[in-house]
């Protein structure tokens, strides 16, 4: 399973992440500023403290956590089947 190895705050709200397989990239969250529980980043100083959870999630808070998988999709602009190939499918012992 690929997860976040690092995870960055970058100016006008964008995020560098660094996967387990190599693969980096920015992205832009600033569309979500500002709605809903987003709107604690209107302090950017809120926005700086991202971190990784337990699990690999990219988080901010306990409200807060973003996805890896998404945001590996979004840095890779592959779509969902490239990276899970059989979604719902049975394993057979």
């Not at 306990?62 to 890779?76: K, M, Q, V």
Request: net charge negative; with cysteine; glycine share 8%.
């Amino acid at each position: 399973m690929l997860r976040p190895v690092t995870a960055a705050a970058l100016p006008d709200y964008k995020i560098h992440l660094k996967y387990s397989d190599g693969v980096t990239g920015e992205v832009d969250l600033s569309h979500l500023v500002g709605k809903g529980e987003f709107s604690v980043w209107s302090d950017q100083g809120t926005f700086r403290e991202v971190s990784l959870g337990d699990h690999g999630q990219i988080r901010w808070s306990d409200e807060i956590e973003l996805c890896p998988d998404a945001l590996y999709l979004e840095i890779t602009a592959r779509a969902p089947e490239e990276l899970f190939p059989n979604p719902g499918a049975t394993v057979h012992a």
